[in-house]
């Protein structure tokens, strides 16, 4: 049983196009993330979400849109696709309300290819 | 200075070694300190939890961390060709957002 899940686990897409990358989680988690690696390997933090509200939101493009339906899902969407977005792209969930610390459980990520 | 800095590697030992991988930091709130495996390919795997200073085992997998010194190790008894992977650590201090903030990670190979 897959705790977190991502799809689509490939995307290829043109320069300008516009794509979407769906996260779903079975733990019960209240937070979700989504993190950027690029080709180096460097996790870089692009947003999280506590129950349905935006807790974190670094410096990202506002070609990014981040969406949470509910606890369980968050999306990505991405706006005029450019090649430096090209990376993988991981979700993740934790548990912060009632627990310390932020054991980050992950999904196994979206290899995005802009052409 | 970076937040935290991790020696990137590449680093090869042969099968049975012990293995020690390390990280620094700069920012003296983090109290909670995880070691994340990424095999290629695949997403980073939750591999020890601590909370400040201290020592916590787990099988062949020891987790330390010297907060004084800002420093944090994960050593691997026994290595097997099957730890082959990337070791990430993250850190967080605890605040209300709850921010990992992860080093580059160690590219370890492991040599039958």
């Known amino acids: 049983d897959t705790a977190v899940s991502q799809t689509p686990k490939y995307l290829v897409t043109q320069m300008g196009n516009d794509k979407s990358i769906k996260c779903e989680q079975n733990?019960?988690?209240?937070?979700m993330y989504w993190y950027k690696q690029d080709s180096k390997k460097f996790l870089k933090i692009m947003f999280s979400?506590?129950?349905?509200?935006?807790?974190i939101n670094e410096t990202v493009p506002n070609r990014f849109s981040p969406k949470s339906p509910d606890k369980a899902h968050l999306n990505l969407h991405i706006n005029s696709l450019e090649l430096g977005d090209s990376a993988v792209y991981f979700c993740?969930?934790?548990?912060?309300?009632?627990?310390?610390?932020?054991?980050?459980?992950f999904g196994p990520g979206t290899r995005l290819t802009v052409l | 200075q970076k937040e935290v800095e991790q020696d990137p590697g590449p680093l090869s030992v042969p099968e049975g070694a012990i293995v020690s991988l390390n990280c620094t930091y700069s920012n003296s709130a983090f109290q909670y300190f995880m070691w994340y495996r990424q095999y290629s390919r695949k997403g980073p795997e939750l591999l020890m939890y601590t909370y400040s200073s201290g020592n916590k085992e787990d099988g062949r997998f020891t987790a330390q961390v010297d907060k004084s010194s800002k420093y944090i190790s994960l050593f691997i008894r026994d290595s097997q060709p099957s730890d082959s992977a990337t070791y990430l650590c993250?850190?967080?201090?605890?605040?209300?957002?709850?921010?990992?903030?992860f080093g580059k990670g160690t590219l370890l190979t492991v040599n039958p």
């Open positions: 993250a850190m967080s201090d605890g605040s209300s957002n709850y921010k990992l903030t």
């Open positions: 993740a969930s934790s548990q912060l309300s009632g627990r310390a610390g932020n054991e980050q459980f």
């Open positions: 733990l019960g988690h209240d937070t």
């Open positions: 979400y506590n129950n349905k509200e935006l807790i």
